[in-house]
């Protein structure tokens, strides 16, 4: 029904409906305000699975990446290889309230001129926009996105949604849109509020809404991504999956595998795993994808940017992803200090057979990049020390992942308590400004730990 493409302008593809008075609705990725950014395989998939729902419900859509090459070519950085790469920037003044800190803050994305132009030659206007919003610190850069909208297209409704929407709901709802959305789009009472906003009430929520992004606005990418799941089964304190998907949700596997050979068959190589919980329940998904890549050779890179659940990781498991072009691994350790983890999601025994297992298979030592959570309330630089040790002993490549404070989660209160700033404001949020670390980012600090990391065990 909406499978008709149409390039209208250079840069966006709408994807139009056969229904009559099909209402137009335009999906913006806003840009990244931050001390630091880069493309991770980065697509704000939330919002490419609202368009795809409302798309299957009757409505055109559209996508306005300010986060995408396509937009501003002229001034995006080489993507490397393998389909990551740097995002153009436009240094700006610290905010106000992080003026004490020691970084250059920045505009990531597409030019303002740039987006302004392409914007401006959208005609006729939507009928609806649909902002989506990641980081809670990030949301400068979502008010100068809808400032910007408003001012281009002042009769349309802006709604927001994603991360930031739904943790900050509060803050949020001064952000200038029309309607705020916390939670999924295809939670019952978000969906008639937004079919409401466009003066209808009624419309059925597709199936399977919410585990389909539709990256086919894409026109020429250098990498896509595939998500088999949405949230995960764990409660961990410091994190906001469950917070922002109640209930752990598995997609069709035919549905992955179709995506990835459509996909495939259009010349996309990298592909980026978009799960939290990639490798829970993988004989529903996971298996049978990963057996139609390695059966049709399929040959590709694949991506696992978030981190894998080390528990999970059996022989069958590593070998097949070995197989099938696994590439990119990030493994989720947290810290070695088994006893007094604040989690459950690893033990001492997963976590050195989760290792071996891998080496089993054929990933090398190097390859295997640990995540190691820093900057936790209270947390000692002995603890930390301990944890990297271990890992470098390992031959394996730790990496520091600082905490984010994130409102809701369990952990939040005891940061809040902790931590020298008002982490009632989502800038504070931010893990580059080490929130809950006694005085904050500091460069030798930053410096130090590189070192030790470097020198080895
Ligand atoms: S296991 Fe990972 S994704 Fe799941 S709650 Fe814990 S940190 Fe979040």
Partial sequence: MHNQKKVEQPSIIWRYSDKKDAPRILGINPWIYDFAAYNVWTRPTGLLCCLEMLGRAGACTALVDFMDKELDPDHWPGPRKNGQGHYPKTALPRPYVLKGVPRQFSRYGADKKRVRDVLTSIYPEPDLILVTSLMTYWYPGVISCIRLLKEIFPRTPVSLGGVYATLCYEHALNSGADLVISGPLERPDNWTKLWSLLGQGQVPIPEDSGLKPDTSYYARPDFSIIMTSRGCPFKCPYCASSKLYPRFRQAEPELVIEHVRQEYERGVRNFSFYDDALLVNSESVLYPLLEYIIDNDLVLRLHAPNALHIRYLSPKTCRFLKKAG??????????????????????????????????????????????????LPG?????????????LKMGLRPELNYYSPIPGTAMFEQARKYSDYPLEEPLWHNNSVWPCVKGGFSWDEQKYWKEKIKEGP
Avoid: M
């Fill in 326 to 375: 696994l590439e990119t691994i990030r493994l989720g350790l947290e810290t070695t200090d088994f006893s007094n983890r604040v989690d459950s999601k690893l033990g001492p025994e997963e976590w050195h057979r989760g290792i071996s297992n891998l080496l089993e298979a054929g990933f090398v030592r190097q390859d295997l990049v640990v995540y190691v959570l820093a900057g």
């Fill in 379 to 391: 947390q000692t630089k002995d603890e930390l020390d301990i944890s990297i040790r271990e890992c």
